[in-house]
């Protein structure tokens, strides 16, 4: 393709950016495959109850899913975006069987680790390959919708999981769920999408935006607006953490079923998810700025009231609260780090921030795992909360209008 043929918007690659959300859709599902099943699945398959334990499946997943995007951001330019997400779905593949014939918990955090590298590879090249096709204009748009599709499969995937565990048992059909998922989106990937470095290439031509000294830093610590959106990255995801393993053990305390918590567990990503759908687009057109702050502090006060509350019909509103700040911020994220750097590094300070928002997922577990064991579930999901909401207030008094 010449530089004359490549045209950079949302309307202009439709058919490529169409494909890219239905793939990032099977990837979310992957995710959704655990999302309210694991406390039942290491209670009543391998005996693991301590909460700790439990949680060490999803500290797997973020600390090698961390490591992944760093990589993935570093390496997307020098081997191109397609063979990174063919690779994520080649590894993905055999998750569900590991998870479905482990004989031992170690097997189990194995498949996460497997799972996060996975993840890293596919959402990430997803993200960049779609920034890469709508330029400037759309990109807010375009994370929109690329959030949405993912975060609407995690959703609906773990009320699917929740509907066949509480009807057919544990094993084996989430599993074989989860194993069509990879092979589709193995599948769809390896022969239908197209690289997009070449529309990158274009964009460096146009762009004003001056380069970065050291990436990994300025969008880590020193640029006070990347650091600030890295920091809130950060803890969205230790909150979403918790709520993915100490969210269902709380509920089990509170004798919600299992198709209960099936629906409580699921409302929260599927509103996150579709609230996307608008969210995207508002990043392109209202403050990136308050959105950030009011989504982080919508966040941080649905999670202090949800440690108090255990009646199913306010629960079900809180986690839509908190499903809508998380809309807010999430797309926002990624257009912003997109919109303040140059295009050469846009996939490396991407990594970085995601390397950074991804770690908040081994962290949260880690902390709420630890204080839930010492103090009680209720103190873990307050000091998730309060910290939420101290985010919140930094990216009020640091981050640039």
Known sequence: MTSNQIRLGLKENWQQF????????????????????????AATVFGVTSRTAVLSFIM????????TNYFTGKLAS??????????????????????????????????????????????????????????????????????????????????????????????????????????????????LVKDTQHFVN?????????????VFLQTSFQNKTLSA???????????????????????????????QIGILAAAYPVVW????????????????????????????FAILAIARTQDFGLLLALAAVLGLGTALVYPTFLAAIAAFTHPQQRAESLGAFRFWRDLGYAVGALVSGLVADAF?????????????????IVVAYRMEK
Not at 239 to 245: L, V
Not at 273 to 284: H, I, P
Not at 376 to 392: D, Q, R
């Open 18 to 41: 169409t494909l890219l959300v239905v793939i990032n859709a099977f990837v979310g599902g992957m995710v959704g495959l655990e999302r309210s099943i694991f406390p039942q699945f």
């Open 60 to 67: 797997a997943f973020g600390l090698s899913k961390a490591m």
């Open 78 to 191: 020098r081997f191109g975006r397609k063979k990174l997400l063919v690779t994520g779905w080649v590894l993905a593949v055999p998750i569900p069987i590991i998870l479905l014939y482990a004989p031992h918990w170690n097997w189990v955090v194995l498949a996460n680790v497997l799972l996060g590298v996975s993840q890293g590879l596919t959402w990430s090249s997803t993200v960049v390959m779609k920034i890469d096709l709508v330029g400037e204009k759309d990109r807010g748009l375009a994370m929109g919708l690329n959030e949405f599709a993912g975060y609407l499969a995690v959703g609906l995937m773990a009320f699917v999981t929740g509907y066949l565990a509480s009807h057919f048992g544990i094993k084996p059909y989430p599993f074989y769920v989860g194993l069509g998922i990879a092979l589709a989106g193995l599948g769809l990937s390896w022969v």
């Open 202 to 214: 274009q964009e460096i031509k146009q762009t004003i935006r001056p380069a970065l000294d050291n």
């Open 229 to 259: 959106i890295t920091q809130a990255g950060f803890v969205n995801n230790l909150n979403d953490g918790m709520m993915w393993g100490l969210f269902p053990m709380l509920l089990q305390t509170q004798a919600f079923d299992t198709a």
């Open 273 to 300: 998810g579709s609230g996307q759908l608008f969210t995207g687009k508002m990043s392109d057109i209202y403050s990136k700025k308050k959105m950030l702050f009011w989504g982080m502090l919508a966040q941080g």
């Open 376 to 392: 009680g579930l209720m103190a873990s999901v307050l000091l998730i909360g309060a910290v939420t909401v101290l985010s919140a």
